[in-house]
């Protein structure tokens, strides 16, 4: 079964890892609810939970098929603990529909915030 799936970094069209979304299906730019933020993970961005935020993260919805979405997995180090998917309330239109994405396993305190929008 397909998966519908957030995406706020590398993978997103135009950034370097889009090429693995091939064949899948764009359902249209989204927002999280406000209360996360974008960290700059070295190269790449992982998102978190931030209490004092109002904005949200930006990035698009995907319809994930299931080979792409293990070949997703695999990519993102799910089995290797490095990324979960996570289901992540969004704002509306995407507001009353499950929508997953990859969230780093674990965040240093350290690292820093890059705000509420990946640019590559």
Do not use: N
């Amino acid at each position: 079964m397909s998966a519908l799936l957030f995406f706020y970094g590398t993978l997103k069209r135009g950034c370097s890892h889009h090429r693995l979304l091939a064949g899948q299906t764009y359902l249209g730019p989204a927002r999280t609810q406000p209360g996360f933020r974008l960290y700059d993970l070295g190269g790449y961005p992982g998102i978190a939970a931030c209490t004092g935020d109002r904005l949200g993260v930006a990035g698009e919805v995907w319809k994930i098929e299931p080979a792409t979405l293990t070949a997703l997995d695999e990519f993102e180090g799910v089995r290797h603990g490095l990324y979960r998917r996570e289901v992540l309330p969004l704002q509306a239109p995407f507001a009353e529909v499950r929508v997953e994405a990859y969230v780093p396993a674990s965040l240093s305190h350290e690292l820093r915030e890059i705000g509420d929008v990946w640019v590559e």
